[in-house]
């Protein structure tokens, strides 16, 4: 269970934080979240696709991971296999949090029962001793802002997708060399016909919205879906 607490040198002074790599620190996940402003960072290293909400019907960007509940094939026990990690998996513990009526300045808040909070003095320190932010928190509130700025910008992206139908769902058979097949299933990606056929008045008010980058950064990024499946097959082979 959670345990979000405000952020402050008084309460939390002497806090470290765990920052590598493991699935003792909730990074065997198969996807993670992303933001539009992310795509071009995230691109370079990960599929980008996008998930409907069940219940809210809202979509939400995704770098995928891996092919099953909890695999993480870019885990490779203590190390992050990859030059980029994205930020919904970099800034943990940490959250943004707002009043309750969602007005006023957002603050850095803190999951106390995270596996990334430090229980044996190990780990990286969040303020120092004269109670000021440590370069790792700086960095942090920097992502933290980053990330926050995306997720609110996120759903006029999505609106502008589903106005022009450009999401169509997305189903991927995974043949392994050892004859298993895995299928992902629930997924949706960018519909290239139709971007393709959007007139250039279309095109224009996507590119002035900022969202036309985003989109073919999306698109570029299914690219990696082949080296996804050459990681399943080398964790496959290497048992």
């Not at 919904?88 to 943004?96: D, G, H, K, T």
């Not at 997924?187 to 279309?202: Q, V, Y």
Request: proline share 5%.
């Amino acid at each position: 269970m959670s345990n979000h607490q405000i952020l402050n040198s008084a309460d939390h002074g002497a806090l470290r934080v765990h920052t590598q790599a493991g699935a003792d620190f909730g990074d065997a996940v198969m996807a993670c979240m992303t933001v539009p402003d992310e795509f071009r960072r995230v691109q370079g290293h990960f599929p980008v696709v996008f998930r409907r909400d069940v219940e809210s019907g809202a979509f939400s960007a995704l770098a995928l991971l891996g092919f099953e509940n909890g695999e993480n094939l870019f885990l490779e026990g203590g190390r992050w296999d990859a030059r980029y990690r994205p930020l919904a998996l970099a800034i943990q513990p940490f959250l943004i949090g707002r009043p309750s009526a969602q007005t006023g300045e957002a603050q850095v808040h803190v999951d106390m029962a995270h596996p990334r909070i430090s229980a044996d003095g190990e780990g990286v320190r969040v303020f120092d001793d004269a109670g000021q932010p440590s370069p790792y928190l700086e960095a942090i509130a920097r992502s933290l802002g980053e990330l926050d700025h995306g997720h609110r910008q996120s759903p006029a992206f999505f609106a502008a997708l589903e106005h022009h139908g450009l999401l169509e769902p997305f189903t991927l058979d995974v043949p392994l060399d050892d004859g298993s097949r895995h299928s992902l299933v629930g997924f949706h990606t960018i519909d290239e016909e139709r971007l393709a056929a959007l007139n250039g008045k279309a095109l224009g008010a996507l590119h002035e919205a900022g969202h036309l980058m985003p989109i073919f950064m999306a698109m570029a990024s299914l690219s990696h879906l082949g080296e996804l499946v050459a990681r399943k097959n080398a964790r496959v082979a290497g048992g």
